[in-house]
């Protein structure tokens, strides 16, 4: 005797895969309303009303530290706003804190874990966070006393189930903002480790994150392997607005200076740019030349030029306005992972798989 339950569950596994795969559609649909809603307001490229704008000169631009002491692939870095010291990170598992005038190393910590992939330098220059593998990050103050076991004053702020990729101090030492291979960002607090805000949104790993320059600072962006970029309020926890032009993984997304738009760049070899208050793309830096990933972008401090790390050891340096290269920096004898313009804007510095940072100016 079958059950009579056999049909009525097959009946109702038809129904919902009908009702999937019109949700589906329906959402396709919407999307490309969305599309062609935006398409209308897309009346002028960005390189067309920069025509009229003088091309920038040839400018010289050289490694003029380089910093030597981490025993692998350098992975991140961050400047002081004192904008002179460094905090960066390493597969080692090591973490160094360096004057980058005299390319002294002031402070170094030994992880318990190695790919240590995010780190940050706390607003204050009192402490750096940084985390990896080990799905934390923590938190170390720094003393003036040379010789104190910073490893002790350790601090485990936020909790990930995967990956740490990317960590950000907001405003103040208070709190502190990640990205996690686990698809979420999460906002906490340094004190008591408490999450205050998660962020849903990206359908894979989280990659990279950038606040908003503005003091009133509450909203962020982030990029992942789900080929988004999102941009986040963090009151809310709301996603306010999503861009999805990239072919490849974003790897680096950084604001422009005035906070009005954002640049990305992906292992699709190109950097983009979003207008926020267009809510579109508005320039693609890319050569037919250039086949290797972007893995770290930030804007000179006026924001008219893009510095782009990237995996085949160059460093490339873009017009914002016109779309066209306007240099290229060699040095590196691996891929560049990180790059950073300093708080002044006088230099830039990058990390490399070559092991070692490099101070251009």
């Not at 000169?57 to 025993?71: A, D, I, S």
């Not at 973490?95 to 190695?114: L, R, S, Y």
């Not at 408490?194 to 989280?206: E, M, N, R």
């Not at 906070?259 to 699709?268: I, L, Q, R, T, V």
């Amino acid at each position: 005797m079958r059950s009579p339950l056999i049909p009525e569950m097959a009946t109702q596994e038809v129904q919902l895969n009908e009702t999937l795969a019109h949700l589906k559609s329906e959402s396709e649909s919407l999307k490309s309303k969305l599309e062609e809603e935006r398409a209308k307001l897309h009346d002028v490229e960005l390189h067309q009303v920069a025509e009229k704008v003088e091309g920038l000169g040839q400018f010289v631009m050289k490694t003029r530290r380089t910093l030597k002491g981490h025993g692998n692939k350098v992975l991140c870095m961050d400047w002081c706003k004192d904008k002179r010291r460094i905090v960066s990170s390493s597969q080692d598992g090591k973490v160094i804190v360096w004057d980058a005038f005299t390319t002294n190393k002031e402070h170094a910590v030994t992880m318990p874990c190695t790919w240590v992939m995010a780190c940050a330098y706390a607003p204050s220059g009192c402490a750096v966070a940084c985390g990896g593998l080990d799905n934390k990050c923590s938190v170390y103050p720094l003393s003036l006393d040379k010789n104190e076991n910073l490893a002790a004053k350790k601090k485990s702020v936020a909790m990930h189930t995967n990956y740490l990729s990317a960590c950000s101090f907001t405003n103040s030492d208070m709190q502190i903002l990640t990205s996690s291979g686990d698809g979420t960002c999460a906002l906490w607090d340094v004190e008591s480790g408490q999450l205050l805000q998660s962020f849903h949104g990206h359908a894979a790993d989280v990659l990279c994150l950038d606040l908003a320059p503005s003091e009133t600072g509450n909203t962020f962006v982030s990029g992942g392997c789900d080929k988004k970029a999102n941009v986040w309020d963090m009151r809310s926890g709301q996603c306010i607005q999503s861009f999805e032009t990239h072919e490849s993984d974003i790897n680096s997304v950084r604001y422009y200076p005035s906070g009005d738009a954002f640049a990305s760049g992906s292992d699709d070899a190109t950097c983009r740019l979003y207008d926020l208050r267009a809510d579109r793309e508005v320039a693609i830096y890319s050569k037919e030349s250039i086949i290797f990933g972007v893995s770290s972008v930030d804007f000179s401090l006026s924001g008219r030029l893009l510095f782009g790390g990237y995996n085949d050891y160059t460093i490339n340096v873009w017009d914002v306005l016109k779309g066209t290269r306007v240099s290229i920096l060699f040095g590196h004898e691996n891929r560049v992972s990180t790059l950073r313009v300093s708080p002044d804007g006088t230099a830039f510095s990058t990390g490399s798989w070559d092991h070692t940072l490099r101070i251009w100016a």
